[in-house]
């Protein structure tokens, strides 16, 4: 029998088995699932998941949703903490969508995701045999961010700027956000302050009205990038006025662009350029093992948002490529050339394969600020395989970090032809990196896999896995 306290009642009663949505269920927590949500189980064997409860605890939660093999549940009472417990730092959790496990200690969040790896890999991919190696942490919990990315909305009737409630999807603003760094809090502050003074409406998606859309904030070696993304107008004096705003009440500003952008979909990426004030630019550095590697950061490039871990797991990839000076590296979703940059130096030669041109320019550029001569990067789409692109070496290493989505199926047998002897395969989805190394297993072994955390007190995960040909 399973205890069950109904809504209505004041103390706990016994029920059969099957619970009904509005059910208050008592229950342990024995899991922390990929969603990031605690896992129970029932005496009939159903699963419920429980957002805000963490492995250890013991909670009074209200059931949402019934499926025919689990339940979703929301938590309504910590009853006994887990040792795992943690005091949140953030005053805007746990409301705040951008946390989900500040109550949870990092370390045992990250031992949770390494867990999670493993599980995919056995269970989606079929692998087994393979070594679990230690995980890397972030180096720092709090304030690790170098982006963030500013949503503007409508609260009470007026334009604010902040970042999504977990709760109803509404903007609310986060003064005290504890994830991204001082610098990035302050400008965010400010710009919060001048938002009335501008005179427009947030953009609403699904009407397509309204003219601010997103303010990103970069915050790296160089300098700080801010880019504003509205819709278009015939008057972007509001959008000017920001700028200026902001340039002059911070000189650690060195780069404000504004673009805009007509596509409704909801991503901070800006279209068209209508103004720069300073730099078009940014630029990081990764400080490798032997060696630093430089970064120009462009408005809409990717970089890995935490820069003390992206060292870390650069380093790992270099270390797992195994390079002695003479091998030919293949990096089939390079970017702006991330992971090619990182191990030009142990190479004889490096090419990079991306399908937007404007990511390939920056990787030029970027080898180019880095004096490298031994890459070369080249535009086009990978779902259509490697032979669209002519004539191409044998690669020793191949090196894939690929999008959430994974590997598209011609990119798998596209490798199993050019048999390199070693792949190295950083993904920040475990489920899509356990499919692709099952493709590649009838031409490779899993020889290690190395959890990364880059982004504490999210459910978010990157490994990189080694694979050495059979």
Same mark, same amino acid.
């Given at each position: ?18 619970? !009904? ?10 899991? &922390? ?39 979703? $549940? ?12 943690? !005091?949140?730092?953030? %005053? ?8 989900? &496990? ?48 500013? +949503? ?28 991204? @760094? ?48 509205? $819709? ?41 350029? +209508? ?81 937007? %041109?404007? @990511? ?12 490298? !001569? ?20 044998? %690669? ?8 959430? @989505? ?7 047998? $596209? ?25 590649? @297993? ?18 978010? +995960? ?9």
């Amino acid at each position: 029998m399973q205890e069950v306290i109904d809504s209505g009642a004041e103390s706990c009663q016994m029920l059969p088995m099957s619970v !009904k949505r509005g059910d208050i269920i008592e229950v342990r927590i024995h899991d &922390l699932a990929s969603s990031g949500n605690g896992v129970a189980r029932l005496d009939d064997g159903m699963a419920v998941f429980v957002t805000g409860a963490i492995p250890g605890s013991r909670v009074k939660a209200s059931v949402q949703k019934v499926k025919k093999r689990f339940a979703e $549940a929301i938590l309504a009472e910590v009853v006994e903490y887990s040792p795992d417990a943690a !005091k949140p730092k953030c %005053p805007h959790f746990p409301e705040c969508g951008g946390c989900l &496990l500040q109550h949870m200690d990092p370390a045992a969040q990250l031992a949770c995701k390494q867990d999670w790896v493993s599980a995919a890999l056995e269970r989606i991919g079929g692998l087994s045999g393979f070594e679990v190696r230690d995980p890397i942490a972030s180096p720092s919990p709090w304030q690790y961010r170098n982006k963030m990315e500013f +949503v503007f909305g409508t609260e009470d009737g007026r334009t604010n700027l902040g970042l999504r409630s977990r709760v109803d999807g509404s903007v609310m603003d986060v003064p005290d956000c504890m994830i991204c @760094s001082e610098k990035t809090g302050e400008i965010y502050r400010a710009a919060c302050d001048a938002v009335p003074r501008l005179g427009r409406m947030a953009y609403n998606p699904k009407t397509g009205k309204g003219y601010l859309r997103r303010l990103v904030i970069r915050h790296h070696q160089s300098g700080v990038m801010v880019h504003l993304i509205t $819709a278009t107008a015939k008057d972007h004096g509001p959008a000017e006025k920001l700028g200026k705003l902001l340039t002059e009440g911070f000189p650690e500003i060195t780069s404000f662009v504004h673009s805009t952008r007509k596509n409704r979909r909801d991503l901070a990426f800006g279209e068209r350029i +209508v103004q720069v004030i300073g730099d078009d630019s940014v630029v990081e550095t990764l400080p490798l093992t032997g060696v630093d590697v430089r970064y120009r950061i462009s408005p809409n490039a990717f970089f890995q948002p935490n820069t003390a871990t992206a060292a870390k797991m650069y380093d790992a990839v270099r270390d797992a490529a195994g390079l002695t000076g003479s091998e030919t590296v293949m990096d089939l979703y390079c970017g702006t050339g991330g992971l090619a940059l990182a191990l030009a130096d142990k190479a004889d030669r490096v090419l990079g394969f991306e399908l937007a %041109p404007e @990511s390939v320019k920056d990787a030029m550029d970027n080898a180019a600020l880095n004096g490298l !001569k031994n890459c070369e990067f080249h535009a086009g789409s990978l779902d259509q395989g490697l032979g669209n692109m002519g004539d191409l070496p044998a %690669p020793d290493v191949v090196v894939t970090d690929p999008p959430r @989505s994974g590997m598209h199926e011609t990119i798998v047998r $596209a490798i199993l032809d050019l048999s390199p002897r070693t792949v190295v395969a950083v993904s920040c989805d475990p489920a899509t990196l356990a499919r692709d190394l099952g493709r590649l @297993s009838s031409g490779y072994v899993l020889e290690s896999v190395r959890t990364v955390d880059q982004f504490p007190h999210t459910a978010h +995960v990157e490994a990189v896995a080694v694979l050495r040909r059979k």
